[in-house]
């Protein structure tokens, strides 16, 4: 099985900073791809960052400029630096790999158990 782990949420001040850490239990065969993902109360998740398997980057709208993914294939980890963030970034963020395990596997999402990120003064 794989377990994805975040760490990094907490409570911050409109326009300060937070950085959240994924980090998967295990190795993928091949480069997975990696994302972020967040939820707020009442609303559908939605896509804040991705890095796919070609490196290639995409961010939500709402997140461009202000929100930075990074990936280390060594360590098998994808970081989110975000930076002026503001009330409405409030929720719960969800880490997502999507890969296989080994040689032969099937493609799937593998998502983490979340963390909560609050923007208030």
């Known amino acids: 099985q794989v377990r994805l782990v975040e760490s990094g949420g907490g409570v911050v001040q409109p326009g300060g900073s937070l950085r959240l850490s994924c980090a998967a239990s295990?190795?993928?065969?091949?480069?997975?791809?990696m994302g972020w993902y967040r939820q707020a109360p009442g609303q559908e998740r939605e896509l804040v960052a991705e890095?796919?398997?070609?490196?290639?980057?995409n961010y939500g709208d709402s997140v461009k400029g202000r929100f930075t993914i990074s990936r280390d294939g060594a360590k098998n980890t994808v970081d989110l630096q975000m930076n002026d963030l503001k009330p409405e970034d409030t929720a719960v963020y969800y880490c997502?790999?999507?890969?296989?395990?080994?040689?032969?596997?099937?493609?799937?999402?593998?998502w983490g158990q979340g963390t909560q990120v609050t923007v208030s003064s």
């Open positions: 890095v796919t398997s070609s490196s290639t980057t």
């Open positions: 295990r190795n993928f065969f091949g480069v997975p791809a």
């Open positions: 997502k790999y999507l890969g296989r395990r080994y040689f032969g596997d099937i493609t799937r999402d593998y």
